[in-house]
């Protein structure tokens, strides 16, 4: 299947500082991808739809001014956590959209664990 | 509203056969998937399902019927690796993916 990066795959930081996630697909062209934040037990929860070379699309809730997204490229796309603090530590996963012939499938990342002090 | 429904938890034995259920609910359907996701990873792409029937992939299979809102994710021979959370997830009419809450399994010898 294609190949999803994420990096860096874990990440403590102090409350306050602003933390920088990246998300790759190496074998394909992704116009579209994803970002997912996953608490312990529970299940994947969308925070943005990102389209290269537009804005995203953020989900009830989401602050995109907090979670700072940028698709520059169909094979890079970066959530910038902002003044991030305790309750923003979570499981942050990106996913990329692969379109090929009679299959539309979204393959994630390994995900950025990201803990705030 | 959009839902999808599974099981929280199912237990099998080591060696034997599985059946993870999915129903839904939603504003259209451009498809069914599921994946396999173990604990403190990512989710890995399993299978996906546009057209009603049987998909089989090595020990894996997965069934759909979009007139009932129904998929299953067969699991054969099952091994103490196959131990994880299975999510299924539906692709409505705004190709958004729809996740159900995932099912744990646990995998006895």
């Known amino acids: 299947g294609a190949v999803v990066s994420q990096h860096p795959s874990r990440v403590i930081c102090k409350s306050g500082t602003s933390v920088k996630i990246e998300c790759r697909s190496l074998?394909?062209?992704?116009?579209?991808m994803f970002w997912y934040r996953q608490f312990p037990k529970q299940s994947l929860m969308l925070m943005a739809t990102?389209?290269?070379?537009?804005?995203?699309?953020?989900e009830q809730g989401v602050e995109k001014d907090k979670f700072l997204i940028n698709h520059a490229s169909l094979t890079l796309s970066t959530l910038t956590v902002t003044s991030a603090h305790p309750e923003d530590s979570s499981f942050y996963i990106c996913?990329?959209?692969?379109?090929?012939?009679?299959?539309?499938?979204?393959?994630f990342g390994p995900g950025t664990r990201l803990t705030v002090l | 509203g959009q839902n999808i429904d599974q099981p929280t938890e199912m237990t099998a034995t080591e060696g034997a056969i599985v059946q993870i259920n999915c129903t839904y609910q939603?504003?259209?359907?451009?498809?069914l998937f599921w994946y396999q996701q173990h604990a403190g990873e990512a989710p890995t792409f399993l299978s996906y399902n546009v057209l009603d029937g049987l998909e089989e992939k090595g020990r894996f299979s997965s069934f759909l019927s979009r007139s009932k809102g129904y998929s299953y994710l067969l699991l054969k021979e099952l091994q103490m690796k196959d131990s994880a959370s299975y999510l299924c997830a539906v692709r409505d009419s705004n190709y958004q993916l729809i996740w159900g809450a995932g099912t744990k399994l646990i995998i006895k010898p």
């Open positions: 990102s389209n290269e070379g537009s804005k995203a699309t953020y």
């Open positions: 074998d394909f062209q992704a116009t579209t």
């Open positions: 939603t504003s259209g359907f451009n498809g």
């Open positions: 996913s990329a959209r692969a379109l090929a012939w009679m299959t539309d499938t979204q393959y």
